[in-house]
């Protein structure tokens, strides 16, 4: 295992590799075929951490729990709150920012707050010739030609092998709660998690589970900000759902205002903990939030939570079953997350998108070495 | 000037695409002088390159047809929207064909339960947020200009609301676009997390028309906040006004705008729009959220803007007084060139680490004295994205060099302090220099991933790279 010290030898590492390089972070998501052959838990340390411009540089091996630890002394956090599937995936090793990074990871916030894309200001990377590449830095907007950034966020590691991440952080709230919703069906949860966005009371986190661990439906919403304003809010989110929850005995409304229970409960929503004993594959859509209904219905077995307000479907499958011939054309994508088959990870893209990222992954890695095959 | 390059003509190319042209499209070729120096660069100092002939298109396979004769005969192809853009953007530097979208001006959905609309690049921010009024949605992004969707898209523009909202980065879920092969592809779906891919939705973002036109965008949507509030303080200096900036977002109070004016800034403003704000230096702020929030948020700025030497803080709900403020603050460029009548207004537009935010803004204030430049200054402060609008007379040598020493002293300075010679207007022609200087390696990414694109260099020539 190639393990680069900086960005350096990170260079010399890529430039002296003759055969294709499988590369990781800390290693907790795996990276398909082939044994991983460069890590880049080495490069490691934040760099820079300005609490008052709320940003913080890090090399891309740093762990998020170190970043995480920085945040948290100063009351600030990552807000697109990435996951830790390490349960889910059986895998060890710790999460590194530059793998969060690579993989564009977001977990619930992200329907009101944005994407890990969507707060990463900088990255230095090393492309597939050796080359040290930098684009964006530290400052809120630029428009210095094209969004290399955002290219880089999510290109998992097929452009390039970043070396550092800048990014925007925000400030924890100082509370939270939940609403849970009882009892609705998908049709159901999805209209109540589409009133509720389109409420003024802030929502952030709106998911549903098919099955809770009782057994039954539950549709989850979140609500942080100041004490009183929480309080308030979620009494008048509540006032507003109401009316359109179904009466019957299998429907009911609670609330959760413990903090740590509520950070708790994201957290295993974030985590798919229900979902890690389990042997089953897991599948990640990206739908349109009023589609969900009509895709939930067509899996093979009715196990799935929902996140985004129906944006994002996590399903789990018999081992094996090939979702994307299920389920057939839609308007969205499949990613397979979990899985003891080999079927691709990623939805295969139109002839014309595949052609232009073929293109593009020439130039950046005219060899051809870096995590090939893995994005087409 | 020095700013723009004439790159050579392909002259028998030209001819015969115009005359293929004329053929198909008729009437919706225009070549007429009038009209072609129209559609070169009118904003501001740069030259006029005017195209040698202009497509009014109305649909996205036009323009793939179009696209197509030119790719054949190598013959450059400018998107142009309403022509806002600021740093040459829509000079035809090699000539070329001019595609004016305006026609393609149709809102074709929109999506209440999922946030969002499908619209033709034509349509401008203003028409889309009048259609949309009924809805109780809006869209964000407002630019100085009332520009087009797909001129604000192909800009990645940003405006006042960047600070809450995001700029057009943020906002889109999804693109139709002309390649330079006459290729149309989609980007996405409207599935919120869009590619399966490579994010080429953002690569188009912001890429000035030189890798493909946008012919259809969908639109990230927004709820119309249930209230509004917007508060004005002034401040004994720009550096207390930055500080209580800058401890605004540390709290994490979610402003929705939070805007600096200098105190020439406000003078214009005052004598423009009629309003009696104290000419010190200003923040203009607007809060959204419930009734309850928006009260809390402008109080709590209140006390932050107290602890800085703050006065005069007010806020109000009142939507009639909002809109005056903000219109004055929309108004703000043509405020500042009723200061000077005859002069031409060069905007700058760097953008710092809110950490440096003051100093830079101390700094070019000095420098433009001892320059002897008279530039209003305003900014989205919450984002470190300043303008300083110089007022210069063309005809006077000597103050033509002295802005020129100063674009670039200032340019330079933000890049010395992590910061981006551009926050929003991009480079288009103006910018190229500085580019390089910025980015450094990242220059030959940009070009390789233009070579990979558009072999032939027929997407807007000449601009960014
Ligand atoms: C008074 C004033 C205030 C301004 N304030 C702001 C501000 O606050 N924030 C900000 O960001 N900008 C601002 N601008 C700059 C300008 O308004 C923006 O850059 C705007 O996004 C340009 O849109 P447009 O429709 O005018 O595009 P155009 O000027 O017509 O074109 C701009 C560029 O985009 C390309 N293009 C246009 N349409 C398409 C398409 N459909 N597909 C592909 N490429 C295309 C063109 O080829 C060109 O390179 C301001 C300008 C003025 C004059």
Redesign the pocket.
């Known amino acids: 295992m190639l393990t680069p010290k900086d960005e350096q030898e990170l260079s010399e590492a890529v430039l002296g590799a003759s055969d294709p390089l499988r590369i990781i972070g800390g290693g907790t998501r795996g990276v398909g075929p082939g044994a991983p052959n460069l890590s880049t838990r080495e490069l490691t340390g934040v760099t820079l951490y300005e609490p008052g411009a709320l940003t913080l540089v890090a090399k891309s091996g740093t762990p998020l729990a170190e970043i995480n630890e920085h945040l948290a002394s100063e009351g600030q956090m990552l807000a697109f709150e990435p996951s830790d599937f390490r349960p889910l995936l059986r895998t060890e090793g710790e999460p590194t920012i530059g793998g969060i990074v690579a993989a564009n990871e977001s977990g619930p916030r992200r329907l009101a707050v944005g994407a890990c894309r969507d707060f990463l200001l900088g990255v230095r990377f090393v492309d597939g010739s050796g080359n040290v590449v930098k684009n964006g830095g530290r400052v809120m907007k630029n428009?210095t030609g094209y969004d290399l950034v955002k290219l880089l966020c999510g290109s998992h590691g097929t452009l390039g092998i970043l070396s550092e991440v800048s990014l925007k952080v925000l400030p924890r709230p100082e509370t939270s709660a939940s609403l849970m919703i009882y009892g609705p069906t998908v049709d159901e949860a999805v209209g109540l998690m589409a009133r509720a966005m389109g409420s003024p009371y802030e929502v952030t986190g709106a998911a549903y589970s098919s099955q809770d661990m009782a057994g039954h439906p539950v549709v989850f919403l979140r609500l942080e900000g100041s004490e009183t304003q929480v309080t308030g809010r979620l009494s008048k989110l509540r006032n507003l759902l109401e009316p359109f929850v179904p009466t019957g005995e299998n429907y009911a409304i609670s609330e959760l205002t413990d903090v740590d229970a509520v950070q708790q409960q994201w957290v295993s929503l974030r985590d798919l903990d229900e979902e890690a004993g389990t042997y089953r594959d897991v599948w990640r859509l990206s739908v349109k939030p009023s589609d969900a209904p009509a895709i939930c219905a067509a899996l093979p077995e009715p196990n799935y939570q929902l996140d985004w307000a129906g944006g994002r479907i996590w399903a789990f499958t018999e081992p094996g079953t090939d979702l994307r011939n299920i389920i057939g054309q839609f308007d969205g994508h499949a990613t397979l997350i979990k899985s003891a088959s080999n079927l691709p990870r990623f939805h295969p893209e139109p002839a014309p998108l595949a052609n232009l990222s073929a293109g593009l992954r020439n130039q950046f890695d005219p060899r051809g070495i870096l995590n090939s095959g893995l994005m087409g | 000037m020095g700013l723009v390059t004439t790159l050579p003509r392909n002259e028998t190319g030209i001819e015969t695409v115009v005359g293929v042209l004329k053929q198909q499209l008729g009437e919706r070729l225009q070549t007429s002088e009038a009209i072609r120096t129209q559609h070169g660069h009118t904003?501001t100092w740069l030259e006029n390159q005017a195209p040698d002939a202009v497509a009014f298109v109305q649909s996205t396979e036009e323009v793939a047809d179009i696209v197509k004769v030119c790719a054949t005969h190598k013959v450059p192809i400018?998107?142009?929207?309403?022509?806002?853009?600021?740093e040459g953007?829509?000079n035809a530097a090699a000539g070329g064909i001019s595609i004016d979208?305006s026609q393609m001006n149709g809102i074709l959905d929109v999506h209440p339960e999922d946030l969002d609309c499908v619209v033709q690049?034509?349509v401008?921010r203003k028409a889309l947020n009048e259609y949309l009024r009924d809805t109780g949605l809006f869209f964000p992004i407002?630019?100085?200009?009332d520009?087009?969707?797909?001129?604000?898209?192909?800009?990645?523009?940003?405006?006042?609301n960047a600070v809450r909202y995001g700029?057009?980065k943020d906002n889109i879920l999804s693109l139709k676009?002309v390649m330079p092969d006459g290729s149309i592809i989609q980007t996405g779906q409207r599935a919120k997390k869009s590619s399966a891919g490579y994010d080429l939705t953002r690569l188009?973002i912001g890429?000035?028309?030189?890798l493909?036109?946008?012919?259809e965008l969908t639109l990230k949507l927004h709820g119309i906040p249930e209230a509004m509030s917007s508060a004005t303080c002034s401040f004994p200096d720009l550096e207390s006004a930055c500080n209580a900036v800058i401890m605004t977002i540390q709290m994490g109070i979610p402003v929705a705008r939070i805007e600096l004016l200098d105190a020439l800034q406000v003078k214009a403003v005052n004598g423009f729009s009629k309003l009696s704000l104290p000419e010190e230096p200003l923040l203009l702020l607007e809060f959204h959220g419930s009734e309850a929030s928006v009260a809390e948020q402008s109080e709590s700025f209140g006390d932050i803007a107290d602890e800085f030497g703050g006065t005069g803080f007010s806020w109000t709900t009142s939507s009639e007084e909002r809109t005056k403020l903000w219109q004055a603050r929309h108004d703000a460029?043509?405020a500042s060139l009723s200061l000077r009548p005859g002069a031409v207004g060069i905007?700058t537009d760097v953008c710092v680490p809110i950490s440096r935010l003051a100093e830079c803004v101390a700094t070019t204030q000095a420098k433009l004295e001892e320059l002897g430049i008279m530039a209003p200054i305003v900014g989205?402060v919450g984002d470190g994205n300043f303008h300083t609008l110089l007022l210069i007379d063309m005809e006077d040598e000597n103050e033509v060099a002295a802005a020129h020493e100063f674009v670039s002293w200032l340019n330079e300075l933000a890049i010395s302090m992590e910061g981006t010679c551009t926050g929003?207007?991009?480079i288009?022609q103006g910018k190229r220099r500085y580019l390089e200087k910025e980015i450094g390696a990242g220059v030959d990414v940009i070009k390789a991933i233009k070579t990979a694109i558009d072999p032939d260099n027929i997407m807007?020539p000449g601009?960014i790279i």
């Open positions: 428009v | 904003t400018i998107a142009f929207g309403t022509g806002s853009s600021l953007h829509v979208l690049p034509g401008t407002d630019p100085g200009a520009a087009s969707l797909g001129g604000m898209a192909a800009t990645r523009a940003s405006g006042t700029t057009m676009a188009l890429s000035e028309g030189t493909g036109i946008i012919t460029y043509w905007s989205h929003e207007h991009g288009g807007n601009k």
